[in-house]
């Protein structure tokens, strides 16, 4: 796909054919030339592993379920299920955040757009997760 965003700008509607025939090729698409400094996304990398390093005990209040927010614990999922195969559970564990924007549609909001939990262990995670969520949500919109 020839990145929109480099060099002269693109008229958005040649450039829809592509992301289509991309997402339904392959599924995904890799999006260059956006403009967003790798370096906001290098900079929340440290900030997961100093919340997993930290002690369990202070994870409980930021303990959710699968496809929520917060922290799932190891054992909670097992992503076998997801293809209908019954496999033990992962050993991985996961702290899940995403968008919170809200859309002004309650029903959707409530659903997708819920806020976020923040550890306290690592207070530095909030600004460059939401530094970061912020920007590809722009780029999104674009």
Known sequence: MTPWFAGAPRDRAGVAPEVDEALRSSGFLLITGHRVPGRCA????????????SARGGQGPLRD?????GWIPPGAEANGYAEGTATPPDLKESFSLAADQ??????IDARWFRPNVWPAEVPQLRPVVTDYVSRM????DD
Not at 42 to 53: D, G, L
Not at 65 to 69: D, E, L, N, Q, S
Not at 102 to 107: D, Q
């Open 137 to 140: 949500h722009a780029l999104s």
């Open 102 to 107: 809200p859309t002004g549609n309650p029903e």
């Open 42 to 53: 290098r900079r929340p990398a440290p900030r997961p592993r100093e919340f997993f390093a």
């Open 65 to 69: 379920h699968v496809g929520g927010r």
